[in-house]
């Protein structure tokens, strides 16, 4: 189960930092969406996470323009989605 999941700053220009709390240690995938849905990166793809708190850095490179976008947690528990706007 997360027990939080934020990113920050938000907006962002660059990179975004992602901290998540897990109760137990489980399998968890994080993407990043455009607009319109298209997974625009994985950063993590079906990785063990342990239970605790945990930090990844998240990169919003040039190639990606500005405008809105979607981080999402998929663990076996759920989806989480967060909505982020790149400037």
Avoid at 23 to 51: I, K, P, R, Y
């Amino acid at each position: 189960r997360v027990n939080s999941f934020l990113v920050y700053p938000n907006p962002v220009s660059d990179q975004a930092r992602l901290q998540y709390e897990l109760a137990s240690g489980e399998f968890v995938t994080v993407e990043v969406l455009n607009a319109g849905g298209q997974v625009m990166m994985t950063c993590l793809d079906h990785e063990w996470s342990a239970a605790g708190l945990h930090y990844l850095n998240v990169p919003f490179t040039d190639e990606m323009n500005a405008g809105n976008y979607l981080v999402r947690m998929i663990t076996p528990q759920g989806i989480v989605n967060i909505k982020v706007v790149k400037q």
